[in-house]
């Protein structure tokens, strides 16, 4: 039979599905992304907020081969880690391991047992017996005292930035510079609201207004720093030097046109439509040891394949072809 003569579902059976479907997605998308009054994506703070500090007397002091990292390679706060690694040389002071997400538990796993542990909050509560929060990537593991010491990535790139140069193979270069500190935190504070928790905003928004209000915010902050870079001749936001306000950005940008310009509705214009921005990025994944922390395949998987609620058939898409060039 011609499938033109095939009749389309009654209007009833819309309906229904349609009002099933929603209050699903209306249910999943509260576990997966908290939301306001408004309808706006929420994101819950990190609970482990301790440091790592060459101090007398100090619990926990830099040492080789001490603390740990866990990581997700979709997941761009843990990338930032993996980037402060590259650059500083940490790779044989801090060891990591990969955990990958589990799509219908809604959880990080490990593709081996670590630490009597086979899931990321098996983890978490073995660091705090009882703990009911949420179970993210990055985690700075202490191998001594079998704690998590921190799990907020902005605080663990601070630490990696300057705890261990006494075990880093390019100890010279500082990425949170004393004289530079008040600018980068002014960008921090701009990148984070507007764009690296932005495009979550756009991706999770479950009402048109918050939707429409975190689009808006995201392409005025991109527009400003492709302008700003434009204006001020600069490599990088501080200057002629990468700064953690850069790291901070690059994560989110290198994600932006494979997986937020389509499955997160960031589509008004990719990175590769912005000239300063799109050779910004370039710049960064040409630094040494940078390009080896992007898998933008495991992006795809991650995102596509795993986010349920924005993805229902979990198909991955092929493209797009990014135009990026590794330094090496």
């Known amino acids: 039979m011609s499938t033109r003569n095939k009749k389309l579902p009654s209007e009833l059976v819309i309906k229904a599905g ?108 073995l660091a705090k017996p009882g703990y009911q929060g949420r179970c993210t990537v990055p985690v700075l593991w202490d191998n001594q005292t079998q704690t998590i010491v921190n799990n907020e990535s902005a605080e663990i790139i601070i630490m990696l930035n300057s705890e261990f140069n006494q075990f880093a193979k390019h100890p010279e270069l500082d990425l949170y ?32 207004l918050a939707y429409e209000t975190a689009v808006g915010e995201l392409f005025t902050t991109l527009d400003e720093i492709d302008k700003f870079l434009k204006t001020n001749a600069y490599t990088y936001l ?25 499955l997160f509705k960031c589509n008004l214009r990719r990175i590769q439509d912005y000239e300063n921005l799109s050779l910004y990025l370039q710049n960064i994944y040409e630094l040494p040891g940078v390009a080896e922390t992007c898998d933008i395949e495991q992006i795809k998987q991650d995102y596509y394949g795993n986010l349920f609620p924005l993805n229902p058939g979990g198909i991955i898409p092929i493209g797009p072809e990014l135009k990026l060039v590794s330094g090496k």
């Open 18 to 125: 349609k009002f099933v479907w929603t209050k699903m997605w209306q249910m999943m998308m509260q576990n997966l992304a908290p939301k306001g009054e408004n309808g706006a994506y929420i994101r819950p703070e990190s609970q482990f907020r301790n440091w790592i500090k060459r101090q007398e007397n100090h619990i926990y002091q830099p040492d080789e081969q001490r603390y740990h990292l866990y990581v997700g390679t979709g997941c761009p706060w843990a990338h930032r880690t993996l980037v402060v690694r590259a650059i500083k040389g940490l790779e044989a002071t801090l060891p990591i391991t990969i955990v990958k997400p589990a799509g219908d538990r809604g959880i990080w796993v490990f593709s081996e047992i670590e630490r009597g542990c086979q899931t990321l909050p098996e983890l978490y509560n």
């Open 177 to 208: 510079p004393e004289d530079l500190r008040a600018e980068i935190e002014q960008w921090n504070e701009k990148i984070y609201h507007t764009v690296n928790n932005g495009v979550y905003r756009c991706g999770f928004a479950q009402t048109q």
């Open 238 to 262: 501080c200057g002629d030097k990468i700064t953690l306000a850069d790291v901070r950005l690059f994560t989110t940008l290198l994600r932006f046109d494979v997986v937020y310009y389509g």
